[in-house]
Every structure is written in structure tokens, then in C-alpha cells.
């Protein structure tokens, strides 16, 4: 079992929708958690940060983490083509590296 | 403006060649990584590096060499040794090994 997984997509969605992408872990260690956006061809980029269980808020973007399940979901509202890219999950457990998730493909149509 | 660089963005090699992937941050982070990532596929560590004149193999160093003489800079040599390197290869940087990546805009590398 690897320990992060993420489901591959590709997403396809009609803009506006509610976008919902997630993650499951294996290590009950993780406790910082991360969410990037890869534009095609670019490098990834930060777009959440959290180290808690809960929901934080940014904009239209809401993460979302439940350690007790091994469970985190980041949450796009009212989507735009903009948001088409590759969203990768990352997670930290104290004093050891970042876990990467493989990234899910999202296509948001006009 | 604080961040990271890569060069080139592009890059062309014949077979049997080496070649050197740049890569500076002005973060004044400690760690710095280098990962490939293929087609479809999530990152993988190739080499990292948690302070100046140290580095450690990652996932899939076979193929790959690193140094690191200057905390801002830490390039990647592809060597004839790797047998599959068409890939984009991303550079990132953080405070510490435990800590958020930051990438740089990547390095795509093709084998003619």
C-alpha cells in the first residue's frame, strides 16, 4: 500500500461547479499537510497549507483534514478554466520528509 | 524577488551525452531537492540535499550526480548512465527537510 494515494482523474467539470479532490494516507504520523497546483509544464505551486484537523479557508479554496479517517480534501467553489491543472496532495510527519500524492488532473469546460 | 530558478527550460541531448541541469534559490533555505516527474506520474526524489558539501540519494539517483559547494546552488548532471532521461525535472527548496517545498519552474530534457 502506498502511503498516499490520490485518484489519477482526469476530473472534468462544468464551470462553476463545486470541485472536490481528495486524499487518503496511510501513516498516522503525517500531521502537516499541503496542497500544490501544477500548471502544465510549470513547476508546482502552494496553494494550501494546514496542520491541523478541520477546515481552513482560502478565497474558494477550503481544505480539509480528518486524521481520524486518513483523509484530507481540497474543495474548489464556483470553478474557472483557470483552475485546469494537476493537484497534488503533500504531507509531513515531524522530522522526516515530504510524502507526495501522484496528483489529480482537473479540467474545469466553459 | 525570493525564489527559485532553473536553466535552461528547455534542453536537447544526444545520446551518450552528459548534461547539467541549473538550479539557484535566494530563499536562504538549507534543503534543496531535485525530483523527475513523467507523463502521468507523481514526483520522484532523485537527490537531496540538507546542507552545503552534503547530499543524499533519493528514489532514483542511479544515473544522476549532484554537488553542492554553495547553499544557494544545487545543479543536477544527467550522465549517459541514465537509460530513460526524457523527463521534466523540478528543483525546490525549504528551511529545513521537514518543512514546505518551494519549485522552480522545471527544466524539460529531451534525448534525441
Known amino acids: 500500500q502506498k502511503e498516499v494515494e490520490q485518484d489519477p482523474g482526469p476530473l472534468s467539470v462544468p464551470e462553476g461547479a463545486i470541485v472536490s479532490l481528495n486524499c487518503t494516507y496511510s501513516?498516522?504520523?503525517?500531521?502537516?499537510f499541503m496542497w500544490y497546483r501544477q500548471y502544465s509544464r510549470k513547476g508546482p505551486e502552494l496553494l494550501m497549507y494546514t496542520y491541523s484537523s478541520g477546515n481552513k479557508e482560502d478565497g474558494r479554496f477550503t481544505a480539509q483534514v480528518d486524521k481520524s479517517s486518513k483523509y484530507i480534501s481540497l474543495f474548489i467553489r464556483d470553478s474557472q478554466p483557470s483552475d485546469s491543472a494537476t493537484y497534488l496532495c503533500?504531507?509531513?510527519?515531524?522530522?522526516?520528509?515530504?510524502?507526495f500524492g501522484p496528483g489529480t488532473s482537473l479540467s474545469v469546460i466553459p | 524577488d525570493g525564489g527559485i530558478t532553473q536553466s535552461p527550460k528547455y534542453l536537447f541531448r544526444k545520446e551518450g551525452q552528459n548534461v547539467t541541469l541549473s538550479c539557484e534559490q535566494n530563499l536562504n533555505h538549507d534543503a534543496m531537492y531535485w525530483y523527475r516527474q513523467d507523463p502521468g506520474q507523481g514526483l520522484r526524489l532523485i537527490y537531496y540535499s540538507q546542507i552545503v558539501n552534503d547530499f543524499q540519494k533519493g528514489d532514483i539517483a542511479e544515473g544522476y550526480s549532484v554537488s553542492r559547494e554553495k547553499k544557494e546552488s544545487f545543479p543536477l548532471t544527467v550522465t549517459s548512465a541514465q537509460k530513460n532521461p526524457t523527463a521534466f525535472y523540478l528543483c525546490?527548496?525549504?528551511?529545513?527537510?521537514?518543512?514546505?517545498?518551494?519549485f522552480g519552474p522545471g527544466t524539460r530534457l529531451t534525448v534525441l
Open positions: 501513516n498516522s504520523a503525517f500531521q502537516y
Open positions: 525546490a527548496s525549504s528551511t529545513g527537510r521537514a518543512d514546505t517545498q518551494y
Open positions: 503533500a504531507m509531513i510527519a515531524s522530522y522526516d520528509k515530504v510524502i
